[in-house]
């Protein structure tokens, strides 16, 4: 089966919109200002952006699993597009209102997680599956870098603020909800699998193999979430940054080292094989956090982020894909718990915050130094 751009558009367009939901990160300090929040307040943005990930996931997997993979995705854009609107209809004018809407944004985010990553396989050539999902994940991170790189451009260029999100964004979304309506997709199902369920889930979730690639899920985006919180931090504890004025840059070099990486890893995977691509990217990754530690200047230091966010980059889609390709036929609930433990990226900070206050910040990246080292070591397991 050649690569089908027709069918295979939507679905990176829906990896694009799956990254408007990290918006919550940079939205949090600006709301906090523009809405004089109490950091508990503050937290509530984070919080709404990635509970229903720990909700959700499993209970939408089961139900694509006797519905489809589409119309799963379909809904999840269409419930985004609705907390998109609302604030613009609401005028902006209550916080409530806003975080009802990130709530219904963060709900179709996890929707088109546990849509989008297995129907990519529906759309891909055989043996293809990895590269479209680095691929998709390249397309993500787009989504992902525009929540801070827009507000940005619109204070500078347009005397606008971060509510010039909302309505570009609703437009993405309706194209491509327009566009998955009218595209027919075959997808992918075996007759003879018994069907998902809660039972089924919780037997997968007793294997082993399964186990230790959901919990590096976990650990993974509970590293990256550490990661574009604290380098700001970083930056300023290393090298006197101040964080409102150039602090920021920490964060928005990682999320385009992150994107850059995700591009050359969907052209690696043309001739590199999933598993062995898993341990090249998780060393360069530790060598990048490593090099935090001796950096010598803000040059060297943010060479050190660029190699973090290079090594960060493809590490979700491989221990995704390489999942679903040793189970096919139990894709839905594999994508259900991959998606759950995206809930990580609320409790690793956490752990990184009590290190880091405990000891010193710089033992806060420790943290992520030995999630991704779990990785690597897991990169090595032999599925029996």
């Known amino acids: 089966m050649k690569n089908n751009y027709l069918k295979s558009g939507p679905i990176f367009l829906a990896f694009l919109c799956m990254g408007f939901g990290d918006v919550v990160g940079p939205l949090t300090s600006q709301l906090q200002a523009d809405y004089e929040l109490t950091n508990f307040m503050a937290g509530l943005v984070t919080f709404m952006g990635f509970i229903m990930f720990g909700l959700l996931s499993v209970p939408m997997a089961l139900f694509q699993d006797r519905k489809s993979r589409k119309f799963v995705l379909l809904l999840g854009m269409v419930i985004a597009l609705i907390g998109l609107v609302l604030p613009i209809l609401g005028d902006f004018s209550s916080f409530g209102l806003l975080l009802g809407a990130l709530l219904l944004l963060g709900t179709g985010a996890t929707l088109l997680q546990v849509a989008g990553n297995p129907i990519m396989r529906d759309v ?60 027919k997709i075959d997808e992918q199902k075996d007759e003879e699998a018994t069907p998902a369920s809660f039972g089924s889930v ?81 060393i360069i990754a530790m060598l990048g956090i490593l090099g935090l530690y001796i950096a010598p200047s803000a040059v060297v230091g943010f060479v050190s982020i660029f190699l973090i966010g290079l090594g960060f980059a493809n590490i979700f889609p491989l221990v995704f894909s390489i999942t679903i390709d040793a189970m096919p036929e139990r894709s839905n609930e594999i994508s259900g718990l991959m998606v759950t433990a995206i809930i990580g990226g609320a409790f690793v900070p956490l752990i990184f915050g009590a290190v880091a206050d405990i000891f010193s910040l710089m033992a806060g990246f420790v943290v992520t130094l030995v999630c991704i080292g779990y990785i690597f070591g897991l990169s090595f397991y032999k599925r029996k």
């Open 124 to 183: 891909s050539p055989e043996g293809k599956y990895s590269r479209n999902l680095s691929f998709g994940q390249f397309f993500k991170a787009i989504g992902s870098l525009s929540g801070a790189l827009i507000p940005l451009m619109a204070a500078k260029y347009w005397n606008l603020d971060w509510k010039i999100l909302f309505p570009i964004y609703s437009v993405v979304l309706l194209i491509a909800v327009i566009y998955l309506y009218v595209v």
């Open 202 to 282: 919780l037997a997968l979730l007793k294997n082993p193999y399964v186990f230790f690639m959901v919990l590096a899920i976990f650990l993974y985006v509970g590293a990256e979430v550490s990661m574009s919180a604290k380098l700001p931090n970083y930056l300023a504890h290393q090298f006197n940054y101040d964080i409102k004025e150039l602090g920021l840059w920490g964060t928005l070099f990682f999320f385009l080292a992150l994107m850059t990486g995700r591009f050359l890893g969907g052209v690696i995977l043309n001739w590199m094989s999933p598993t062995r691509f898993l341990k090249v990217t998780t």
